[in-house]
């Protein structure tokens, strides 16, 4: 997915999803370390879990956002409190955004496989 998105042009971000925040992490030290061998060109990286703040998605470009599933949970009911327009910034992130990742937690892709060998 690096090497593909590296070879887009530039604007482009990434969002990867991860059911949990030890998961999002592992991502973004792999994702950092892996980007820092292979880049041509700067990409910030948001970490968004383990409490840090959330900032609105819809100004990002070259981005890699990492988030766990409760902390981007907790992000949109803070943008609505706020009474933030959430459709729209998804709307413009999602213009701008080439790839999205959905990481499975192991322990459900074995028991997706127990179902389907069964």
Not at 21 to 47: F, H, I, K, M, P
Not at 79 to 93: G, K, L, P, S
Not at 98 to 111: D, L, M, Q
Request: with cysteine.
């Amino acid at each position: 997915m690096l090497e593909a998105f590296r070879s887009d042009e530039d604007g482009g971000n990434v969002f990867w999803l991860a059911p949990d925040e030890c998961l999002a992490e592992e991502a973004a030290n792999e994702l950092e370390s892996v980007w820092y061998q292979l880049g041509l060109r700067d990409l910030t990286t948001y970490t968004l879990f383990g409490g840090t703040s959330f900032p609105l998605l819809d100004g990002l470009s070259n981005a890699i956002v990492i988030a766990d599933i409760a902390s981007f949970a907790g992000a949109i009911e803070k943008w609505r409190e706020a009474e933030t327009d959430v459709e729209q910034v998804f709307r413009d992130f999602g213009k701008k955004t080439r790839y999205v990742i959905s990481v499975t937690p192991p322990r459900f892709n074995s028991h997706l496989s127990e179902i389907s060998s069964s």
